[in-house]
């Protein structure tokens, strides 16, 4: 009921099982390494004994000989091996571990070995997670306070998204002036495809049904029992009955969430993820969208006298280098901000059928595009609805198709990134959780939680060195994916300044159609 297939997303990981499962490809990978070297010993070994047994008929040498010599042959041989090195690594993970994390990362050297009862010896694995046995009433409220406030931080989410749906159902009720039984009636029926308020109207009747399916519903029941919930199911006549009604279950959830079971709870992240895609269509919907730019973004906030931007800066790419099947690149620091795409708007960037693919030819001339919708020029001077594109020159270009993006790239001798180089990149080269490390930020150096639009260098930076990976826009990969029959959508990743912090991870994507405008979408490049 709450699956969203336009996002898909996993909770947090949980940091320790992370760095589990990075120790053992981290043995796996010294296996093969060791085992080769074995080998290459043991072929080294038996040649020096075949030339020893020759010199040993030569000169009649005793077998306890060859034995001792072959001994220190392998002693020789252990003294100047070493396990793979990795102190990039460990002082990367030394530098993010929390100090109040109560596991610990150890650096085993190769000499560090022990005797099973085989007398068989074992190498220990590169890194270690072992637990504080002392401290482990510690860990356990750790646990339970981390999880209370995750319990609390999606809650105070969801009271945001509420204040977001009742901004547009105020939007809604101000527009409206058509007949509300008939709407209703026109809302009831299936498959037929409504547009303006009618179609507003209708998402808000399915969240409210949402809603009501999730406080209805109850998810620790046994699986072997036969169980029915019809809360998706209610009607009422007047529109005015399902606001009344949302605003009650959404009171009723609020105060009864720390009740829930554990099922329950970990369904609601599902919940919040349909909620936000029901925005999404919100927002999209033209007589009800919010005219003002960036989410309300205030120009005094800019301290436009004292602020100043230069238009002519080159865009700062940083080198990445490759590993295992992922070849070294160069990725633009942060993403395209408004400044850089004017560029390519006011250099005939769409009046140049070079810069685009052969679809976004077909695009663009349809709807007659020469600057993005959203953008407009009125004496020479360019506007985002109403404000001046000057007061926005370092935000991030938004509300742009995937076909506009890749013309951009294109024009600056670039493309867009694959899916897998961008998480290898926010993954710091596959070897952290997460940009920054074990943990995301603290909520004030991200753009998350329903904020509003930042600057493209806003906040904090990954270790690699890159802006805003989570957060701020959504951003386009060349990935792609067949949903139906000519119907293809592209992959992007990394979230808005709408996506709760909490959900904030290297799973997390959106899925759209190549010609979506009007939503959070933004993109950086790699340089060819």
Not at 347 to 352: N, Q, T
Not at 467 to 486: A, D, H, M, P
Not at 508 to 522: E, R
Request: charged letters at 30%; proline letters at 1%; aromatic letters at 14%.
């Amino acid at each position: 009921m709450y699956s969203c297939q336009r996002i898909c997303f996993e909770k947090n990981k949980n940091i320790n099982d992370f760095y589990k499962n990075f120790n053992k490809f981290t043995s796996s990978v010294l296996d093969k390494k060791n085992s080769k070297k074995l080998l290459d010993r043991k072929n080294e070994k038996e040649l020096l004994v075949e030339d020893i047994s020759i010199e040993n008929k030569k000169k009649k040498t005793s077998k306890l000989y060859i034995d001792k010599l072959s001994q220190k042959f392998d002693n020789d041989i252990s003294e100047n091996s070493k396990v793979l090195k990795c102190e990039s690594l460990l002082k990367l993970l030394e530098k993010n571990l929390d100090i109040t994390n109560n596991f610990l990362l150890e650096y085993k050297e190769s000499g560090n070995k022990s005797q099973n009862s085989g007398n068989e010896e074992i190498v220990k694995p590169l890194i270690e997670l072992e637990e504080d046995i002392t401290n482990k009433n510690e860990i356990n409220d750790d646990y339970s306070n981390s999880y209370l406030n995750l319990a609390d931080s999606e809650i105070f989410y969801f009271c945001k998204l509420y204040d977001r749906i009742d901004f547009y159902i105020l939007r809604i009720l101000t527009k409206d002036v058509s007949n509300d039984e008939f709407s209703m009636d026109l809302i009831n029926l299936e498959n037929i495809e409504l547009y303006g308020i009618n179609k507003s109207k209708k998402i808000i009747v399915e969240i409210v049904r949402l809603l009501n399916h999730y406080h209805t519903s109850n998810f620790d029941i046994d699986k072997d029992k036969f169980y029915f919930n019809f809360g998706n199911k209610i009607s009422y006549k007047n529109f005015s009955e399902y606001i009344y009604n949302l605003r009650k279950i959404f009171k009723s959830i609020r105060d009864s969430f720390s009740g829930y079971g554990d099922a329950k709870k970990k369904e609601f992240s599902n919940l919040l993820v349909s909620l936000i895609d029901r925005l999404m269509d919100l927002s999209l919907i033209k007589e009800i969208k919010e005219n003002t730019s960036y989410n309300n973004f205030q120009n005094s906030l800019l301290n436009l006298s004292n602020y100043s931007y230069n238009i002519d800066k080159e865009i700062e790419f940083i080198t990445v280098a490759g590993k295992n099947n992922i070849k070294s690149f160069k990725m633009s620091k942060n993403c395209i901000s408004n400044s850089e795409y004017l560029k390519f708007v006011d250099r005939g960037g769409y009046f140049k059928d070079i810069y685009w693919s052969r679809e976004g030819i077909m695009w663009k001339s349809f709807f007659s595009l020469r600057c993005p919708i959203h953008w407009k020029l009125r004496d020479r001077v360019w506007y985002i609805n109403n404000d001046k594109l000057e007061n926005f020159y370092n935000l991030p270009i938004e509300k742009i198709s995937y076909y506009e993006a890749e013309a951009c790239a294109n024009f600056y001798s670039s493309r867009l990134p694959t899916e897998e180089e961008w998480d290898f990149v926010a993954s710091n080269r596959n070897l952290t959780l997460n940009p920054y490390g074990l943990y995301n930020p603290c909520k004030l150096d991200m753009v998350s939680d329903c904020d509003n639009i930042m600057d493209v260098d806003f906040g904090k930076i990954s270790l690699l060195g890159f802006n805003q990976l989570y957060g701020n826009v959504w951003e386009y990969t060349s990935e792609i994916r067949l949903k139906k029959i000519n119907d293809i959508e592209v992959c992007l990743k990394g979230g808005d300044s709408n996506v709760p912090e909490f959900l904030m991870n290297n799973s997390l994507k959106l899925f759209l159609s190549k010609d979506t405008t009007g939503l959070q979408t933004g993109f950086r490049i790699i340089k060819i």
